[in-house]
């Protein structure tokens, strides 16, 4: 259980936010991208880097994350885990439950240093266990958005009381790729342009992550996904460099049944 803390992120779409990495054994078994379509694991260096994380050569410990948080300024943003997600226990029948001391150690750093953390993830909502837990940490001042691959499954997340982000296709009807030089680094990066309203089955409105439809926007001044009481749904759209193939999952995802 590792966790890597990068002061000052050199993503071009986070910007200089502190950002964390935590050991791949964090991540759920069943998460829908769990060792095929895993963002993290597309792009060479994030994924180089997190495999250093996970066989201990780089990191430290839980308590070196929980103190660092403990010393933020107040206000501070901060993105827990670019990879990896919240550590968690299998109990007696084969549930991954997200680890309740672990998760209350880093709510309560967050809350003493008036931080302001926010971190996504995979975890079974429909397991009464974990969706307790991210609610606590979101009513607690440390947001937790629950990951999704589908508007309805979006829909099921936020009525369970649960900030939830998702993934559309890029081909999607309401959105058109086009070209742009990132002034950061000079290089020409795929954006997307929004082309008409998207809402969920519920009628929600969604809104296309900023990062992707225009330079210079990163998560350092959007802050959407801080934001807990949010009444909307964050879509990012597919990318990375297994896009096709997530086009291609996403197109034979049925809805989860709805979160209890």
């Given at each position: 259980?590792?966790?890597?803390?990068?002061?000052?992120?050199?993503?071009?779409?986070?910007?200089?936010?502190?950002?964390?990495?935590?050991?791949?054994q964090s991540c759920p078994t069943t998460c829908p991208h769990y060792q095929t379509t895993c963002y993290a694991s597309s792009g060479f260096h994030l994924n180089q880097?997190?495999?250093?994380?996970?066989?201990?050569?780089?990191?430290?410990?839980?308590?070196?994350?929980?103190?660092?948080?403990?010393?933020?300024?107040?206000?501070?943003?901060?993105?827990?885990?670019?990879?990896?997600?919240?550590?968690?226990?299998?109990?007696?029948?084969?549930?991954?439950?997200?680890?309740?001391?672990?998760l209350k150690e880093l709510v309560d750093a967050n809350k003493s240093s008036g931080a302001k953390g926010y971190t996504y993830t995979h975890h079974k909502l429909d397991?009464?266990?974990?969706?307790?837990?991210?609610?606590?940490?979101?009513?607690?001042?440390?947001?937790?958005?629950?990951?999704?691959?589908?508007?309805?499954?979006?829909?099921?997340?936020?009525?369970?009381?649960?900030?939830?982000?998702?993934?559309?296709?890029?081909?999607?009807?309401?959105?058109?790729?086009?070209?742009?030089?990132?002034?950061?680094?000079?290089?020409?990066?795929?954006?997307?342009?929004?082309?008409?309203?998207?809402?969920?089955?519920?009628?929600?409105?969604?809104?296309?992550?900023?990062?992707?439809?225009?330079?210079?926007?990163?998560?350092?001044?959007?802050?959407?996904?801080?934001?807990?009481?949010?009444?909307?749904?964050?879509?990012?759209?597919?990318?990375?460099?297994?896009?096709?193939?997530?086009?291609?999952?996403?197109?034979?995802?049925?809805?989860?049944?709805?979160?209890?």
């Open positions: 259980m590792t966790v890597h803390i990068t002061p000052k992120s050199s993503n071009s779409k986070v910007g200089r936010l502190m950002v964390t990495t935590s050991s791949q880097h997190w495999q250093k994380v996970t066989s201990g050569e780089r990191g430290g410990s839980w308590s070196d994350l929980t103190n660092k948080v403990k010393t933020l300024k107040a206000g501070t943003m901060y993105r827990h885990n670019q990879a990896g997600d919240l550590f968690y226990d299998t109990d007696e029948q084969g549930r991954e439950l997200i680890t309740l001391a672990m397991y009464v266990h974990n969706l307790e837990a991210v609610k606590y940490a979101n009513r607690n001042g440390f947001t937790v958005n629950g990951s999704t691959e589908s508007l309805t499954q979006a829909d099921d997340v936020v009525n369970a009381g649960v900030p939830a982000v998702t993934i559309i296709p890029t081909d999607h009807e309401k959105i058109e790729s086009f070209k742009s030089v990132d002034p950061s680094d000079g290089k020409k990066k795929e954006l997307f342009r929004v082309k008409g309203k998207i809402t969920t089955p519920q009628g929600r409105r969604v809104v296309v992550c900023p990062a992707q439809q225009a330079h210079p926007n990163k998560c350092e001044t959007c802050k959407l996904c801080t934001k807990a009481d949010r009444d909307y749904v964050i879509a990012f759209v597919a990318h990375g460099n297994k896009k096709k193939v997530l086009n291609a999952k996403l197109s034979t995802i049925v809805p989860n049944k709805e979160v209890a």
